[in-house]
């Protein structure tokens, strides 16, 4: 009996500098599909060294542009990965042999090591940052939350102790950026499910949330990075709860 195929399906929007690697990653797959958002710089001349399965079209969100290349993909399990990641040799060795075993899951949750700033950061609650990634075929979509998209599947779900790296933020400014952006989304979402909010809230919280990543999660163990990355996330607390509060000041003060 033949293993199961694999297809990989990577989503990006200008990642000519982090795609390679990427790519370089799961070039033993069965098929690789990448899916573009409208790149202007060499991302999609650097995809079609690896792969002929290319689509460009414009964003429309994480889950629908993830969902999107799952409907293109032909393997009987599929993959899904951001251009930032990569997989571990460790990683693809488990995967081959859950291809030879046929599962038996519906769908894995992988261990993500992020890196920060060139070394991977082991605590702050960062690692193992488990996501669902890894599915039988039409049996795994993803939900378009508010802030950052997620994996259901139908049947059994199953974790896996190999890891898949993760080199998210470029700097502190893309930290800060992508922080704006996100915080806007959150707060409507906050508002949207009807939770209070407060002055107070502009305080303890982002305390609350450096305390709980520095302190009980150990993130001081990571050095200048734990403290660092502590501090970024209290402020992107910060302006999740002070954009709520604002939006909330404002519908008062239109009714």
Not at 136 to 143: E, I, T, V, Y
Not at 174 to 182: H, I, K, L
């Amino acid at each position: 009996m033949s293993r199961a195929r694999l297809s990989v399906a990577v989503i990006a929007w200008n990642e000519e500098e982090r795609l390679r690697a990427c790519l370089e990653s799961v070039a033993w797959a069965d098929e690789i599909l990448v899916v573009d958002a409208e790149s202007t710089d060499k991302t999609v001349v650097l995809a079609r060294e690896f792969t002929d399965r290319i689509w460009v079209r414009p964003w429309p969100g994480f889950a629908a542009q993830k969902n999107f290349a799952l409907d293109q993909a032909g393997g009987d399990w599929v993959l899904s990965l951001d251009a930032d990641e990569r997989v571990t040799p460790a990683l693809r060795e488990r995967i081959v042999r859950l291809l030879a075993e046929g599962g038996p899951a519906a769908g894995y949750r992988i261990p993500r090591q992020n890196v920060f700033w060139g070394a991977w950061v082991r605590h702050g609650g960062l690692y193992p940052d488990y996501q669902l990634r890894l599915f039988r075929r039409g049996a795994g979509r993803f939900a378009d939350d508010a802030v950052h998209e997620s994996a259901r599947v139908s049947g059994p779900v199953e974790q896996l102790s190999e890891p898949l790296l993760h080199h998210s933020y470029r700097s502190l400014e893309d930290f800060v950026q992508r922080a704006n952006r996100y915080s806007t989304l959150a707060a409507r979402d906050w508002l949207a499910r009807g939770r209070p909010v407060g002055p107070l809230d502009l305080i303890f919280r982002p305390l609350g949330r450096f305390l709980s990543m520095y302190i009980m999660r150990l993130g001081f163990l990571d050095g200048w990075r734990g403290f660092v990355l502590a501090v970024l996330y209290a402020d992107y607390v910060f302006l999740r709860m002070a954009k709520a509060w604002e939006a909330r000041l404002s519908r008062n003060d239109t009714n």
